[in-house]
């Protein structure tokens, strides 16, 4: 039979750091990427308690995308909550990025739902491509509309800054509170998150 081309899978990793119910935005993410694009996107879920957890999670599934949920303040720390409602373990922003950037090669997005600034980008030593937060504070309703369609934008192929330019523009004036940081080397406009077409073996 003739070879087939491929595309490489998204490795998506949501990383669960406080509770999450059924209309959480941990939980539509995941049901919706499974039924829009089961064949682009591999979910992987943990729950999380610690950045050890994370760093684990990370160094044993490779993934192209961590996506945070929990707890940000706005002094930049990272909160871990545990199913009682209580802080199980906090983290620097900083902090956080450095050590998973340490567990692998590459991570070629990370998406916290809270401020970001572009210095943040340069603690991962360059491992880290891009990062997507917020300018200002958390928003999880804002987050919630954002973050699926853009995902899903990256998994059917779009280079990751127009896509993010696309859902960012038309978002209402007073949502456009997103930010995409990157790497001084990386052009957001031709950095594809899947790979180019491998071929399949007989």
């Not at 961590?66 to 707890?71: D, I, P």
Request: include cysteine; glycine fraction near 6%.
């Amino acid at each position: 039979m003739p070879e087939e081309p491929i595309r490489p899978k998204i490795k998506l990793l949501l990383v669960t750091a406080k509770p999450a119910d059924g209309h959480s935005e941990i939980h539509v993410l995941e049901q919706h990427l499974g039924d829009v694009c089961p064949h682009s996107v591999d979910v992987l879920k943990i729950r999380a308690l610690s950045c050890d957890d994370v760093v684990k999670a990370v160094q044993t599934n490779l993934p192209d995308i961590v996506h945070f949920y929990g707890e940000c303040t706005s002094d930049g720390r990272l909160h871990f909550i545990d199913d009682q409602g209580q802080v199980a373990d906090w983290c620097g922003k900083s902090f956080f990025l450095k050590r998973i950037s340490a567990a692998v090669a590459e991570i070629k997005l990370v998406y916290i739902n809270g401020k970001i600034t572009a210095k943040e980008i340069g603690v991962s030593n360059g491992k880290i491509a891009a990062i997507v937060g917020m300018q200002k504070k958390a928003d999880d309703d804002l987050s919630r509309r954002f973050v699926i369609p853009f995902y899903v934008a990256l998994a059917f192929g779009n280079p990751l800054g127009p896509a993010f330019a696309k859902l960012w523009q038309a978002l209402p004036e007073q949502d456009r509170k997103l930010i995409l940081c990157f790497r001084l080397d990386l052009n957001p406009d031709q950095f594809f998150l899947r790979e180019q077409l491998k071929t399949a073996q007989n």
